[in-house]
């Protein structure tokens, strides 16, 4: 409920997305308010499959549950992917290599420098305006 108040109260102006661990918390605000974007947070391999029933628009998912097959099915349902949180080289490596979405990390400036931006932090996104990963963006 919280939620939707400050929705309402302040809709948002550059884009949202709302997400939770938690799949009664996204099928909830979705009855309430199917409007809002939203996204499945996962790191437990047992709940990972939710995401199929759930009205998401976005996975947010711990690196290590990121395969190759696993994308290809997000990207059949027309799924954003985000992971979270990267803070090796190797691992950002690999999922630009997938080309995922989006990738979260602790240390934005080692991000950068990973992607060829030496000494400074990663280009910032925004949900309407994400961040490429391909050799071009970072």
Known sequence: E???ALYAAEPPKHGLLVSSFVPEVVESLHRAAPQIPLGY???DPAK???????PIMTAVL???LI???LLAD???ANKTVYSWTVNAAQEMRRLRDL???GIIS???AHLGRVFGRKGSAAPSATADQPVALGDEAL
């Open 74 to 76: 997000l990207r059949a």
């Open 67 to 69: 395969s190759a097959e």
């Open 62 to 64: 711990h690196f290590n």
């Open 2 to 4: 919280h939620v939707l």
């Open 48 to 54: 990972l499959d939710r995401w199929r029933d759930l």
């Open 41 to 43: 947070i996962c790191k």
């Open 106 to 108: 602790d240390d934005t």
């Open 99 to 101: 080309e995922i979405d």
